[in-house]
């Protein structure tokens, strides 16, 4: 499914006491795409993404899938945050079948057969009966994923995924993405602020400007697939990097006043 934004503006408050997070954001996310968006802190990257997920409605413009305006969360799409939201009184196996009865799936024997199909896809098969508490971080993620894929949604929208996860495992987590993309009609939403991560991903790069947010930079990412780590050292890859990190240095003077050798000392790959 493709993604379309008009004009979009998101205003928080009134009167006075009113913030506009985004304003005239416009993008098109064509389907089967992975497109990552990065900016400075409380450029309204996750504004955006509530916007696409039907939790938050524009105050301006349109935002529709397909060419249908969003009026509300959907089936169609999956959501994933950082901070995993998994029931921590159910086990992994038992957290996907709830989401599979609460989206329509109403045979308990196909929403049993459906969670194992997706801790399997995760690697997590050996773990369908441990509860949160017993799994390591990176393992919550998967079964939040495995959880959000489950009920088949063409379009998933993660907000800094992988945000809480050591390098490590980080790095294993991508790449199971981008396999399960790869397997996949999926279009893909990802917020994240760690550049290398963005260009690794995705087919496109979408720069936010300072609050409120509008899409300032649309990098292509032409690097050929299936990327793998060496890519990561390649100097192709730095240049792209590079070309992000720029425009993210250019947000963050622009919202400090600060002089640009200043700047340029706060920022490594991770903003
Ligand atoms: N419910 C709300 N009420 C008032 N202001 C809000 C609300 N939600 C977000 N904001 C403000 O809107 C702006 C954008 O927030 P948002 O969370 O979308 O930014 P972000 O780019 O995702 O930030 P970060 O990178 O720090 O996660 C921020 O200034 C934030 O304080």
Redesign the pocket.
């Known amino acids: 499914m493709s993604i379309t934004l008009e004009n979009v503006g998101v205003r ?2 009134g009167g006075t006491n009113a ?1 506009w ?2 304003q005239d954001a416009s993008l098109t996310i064509e389907r089967n795409q992975f497109v990552s968006i990065v ?10 993404l509530s916007v696409v997920g039907g939790l938050l409605a524009p105050t301006e413009g349109t935002a529709s899938v397909d060419g249908v305006p969003i009026r509300k969360p959907g089936l169609d799409r999956g959501m994933v945050f950082q901070n995993y939201s998994l029931f921590p009184w159910l086990t992994a196996q038992q957290n996907i079948e709830f989401v599979l009865k609460e989206t329509g799936t109403t045979r308990a024997a196909e929403r049993t057969d459906r969670a194992r199909e997706m801790l399997s896809a995760v690697g997590l098969m050996d773990f369908a009966d441990k509860f949160p508490s017993e799994l390591s971080g990176g393992m919550r993620q998967r079964v939040a994923i495995a959880r959000s894929l489950s009920y088949r949604p063409s379009i998933l929208l993660m907000d ?1 995924p992988f945000g809480a996860l050591d390098a490590l495992t980080r790095g294993l987590m991508q790449e199971l993405l981008v396999t399960i993309w790869e397997q996949s009609d999926l279009t893909v939403l990802f ?1 994240t ?1 760690d550049i290398a991560e963005a260009v690794f991903l995705s087919d496109r790069v979408l720069v ?1 400007t300072n ?1 409120p ?1 509008r899409i300032k930079a649309d990098i292509p990412i032409d690097l050929p697939r299936p990327r793998t780590e060496g890519l990561i050292r390649s100097p192709e890859f730095g240049v792209l990097e590079e070309q992000v990190l720029d425009h993210i240095k250019a947000e963050s003077r622009a919202a400090e006043h600060l002089a640009p050798t200043d700047a340029r000392a706060r920022f490594s790959s991770v903003v």
């Open positions: 928080f408050g913030v997070a985004v900016g400075t802190s409380g450029c309204g990257k996750s504004t955006l800094e917020i602020h936010m609050r947010g």
